[in-house]
């Protein structure tokens, strides 16, 4: 296994350009593909979980070119749903914005579709959502174990109607309904039944789906109204956002060794959720300052522990259980019961690895309590296959101690570059 050795550092400093949003890139390119018209995508993230959507759109037919550089995209919509002859098997990685959406489409598309991925995909549910597009009529069935992929999915028109769905484990469900229910031949309500978990995804959804003409109405996050027989209309260019849980490590090492930091992509116009980060940040003493955007961060040399609930933002929650290291007292993240269900075990990963640095830890079934050391200790970071888990981990390096980051090409999943811009900004 290839393992990275961070010497320890004491400070960042900087300007990072953000590459572009993995939530953004993947929803944009699934419209892109239904909607009528082409649509040249810029700024387009260029990273596992978007080539999986990429090889899956070209086995569904979609033609595309990509540049050089894989970051700008020219597609010719299909103006409707996919159709194929030949029965296709759709390999997903483990890029739950791929798979999650892509099913619901295919769910309505004509052809016989399989989904797969990688071993963890299959121990991550999507139960949730087969049930909702069974109560549609769709015909999906379970490969392996029930409520989890592969999926074997016999498209076929879908009429719409009221249907109720579960929100309390992933909102890519109700997103992945969202973006389909358009194009049902009939009107669709979707309810939400109970919580919802991570809304500011679904403000990402109803977004986008807005830049391809299509409005929703929203009552207040329960219930939505989607109008049937629409075609997604292109709207010629469309810039992918730099990636605001891509920031997430930056702004954090700014607020940990000083800055300013300053990352461009993202900032108060942004419609991710996760830019809101920087307002954890500013709550345990650093400065921050947005334009619409950028973000920038200066540490203020007193870092202190927070109790907050990051239900919100949970993957650049991530990143305030490894900047609680150095914050003066306790560090508690509230309310974020999905880490069980992502990359990995999240809660367990974290504590685990907290625990080798030193921090005296408390993981509960959906709390993490951290305690940060007196001293960082040197240890060896075991990253279970999680982009986040290693990115998270390259702060432990402003400690005094040598930190080795095991397996640090699993950062490919959303940020393929992050370790070399993480040595470009800190020393
Ligand atoms: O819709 C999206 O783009 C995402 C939603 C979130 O997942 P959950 O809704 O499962 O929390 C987030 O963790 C994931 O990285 C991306
Ligand atoms: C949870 C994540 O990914 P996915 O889109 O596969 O759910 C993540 O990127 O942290």
Known sequence: ??????????????????????????????????????????????????????????ALGVNYQLSDDKQTCTLDGLGGTFAIDEAAVLYLGNAGTAVRPLTAALAASSGDFTITGE??????????????????????SYQKDDGFPPLLIKGKPLTGGEVSIKGNISSQYLTALLMVAPLFSGDTTINVDGE????????????????????????????????????????????????ASSASYFLAAAAIGGGPVKVHGTGSASI????????????????????????????????????????????????????????EGPTRIRNIYNWRVKETDRLAAMATELRKVGATVEEGDDYIYIEPPEHIQSAAIDTYNDHRMAMCFSLASFGDAEIVINDPKCTSKTFPTYFDEFARITK
Do not use: C
């Open 272 to 327: 991710q959720g996760d830019a809101k980060f920087a307002e954890v940040l500013k709550q345990m003493g650093a400065e921050v300052t947005y334009s619409d955007m950028w973000i920038e961060v200066k540490g203020t040399g007193n870092l202190k522990g927070v109790d907050v609930d990051l239900n919100h933002i949970p993957d650049a929650a991530m990143t305030i259980a490894t900047a609680a290291l150095f914050a």
């Open 119 to 140: 071993p963890r995909m299959y121990e991550r549910p999507i139960g949730d959502l087969i049930d909702a597009l069974r109560q549609l009529g769709a015909d999906i």
């Open 1 to 58: 296994m290839e393992t990275l050795t961070l010497s320890p550092i004491t400070s960042a400093r900087g300007e990072v350009t953000l590459p572009g949003s993995k939530s953004l890139s993947n929803r944009i390119l699934l419209l892109a593909a239904l909607a009528k018209g082409q649509t040249t995508i810029t700024n387009l993230l260029d990273s596992d979980d978007v080539s999986h959507m990429l090889s899956a759109l070209t």
């Open 196 to 243: 919802l978990v991570s809304k500011p995804y679904i403000d990402i959804t109803l977004d986008t789906m807005a830049k391809f003409g299509v409005s929703v109405a929203n009552n207040n996050y329960q219930s939505f109204s989607v109008t049937g027989k629409q075609t997604y209309q292109s709207p010629g260019e469309i810039m992918v956002e730099g990636d």
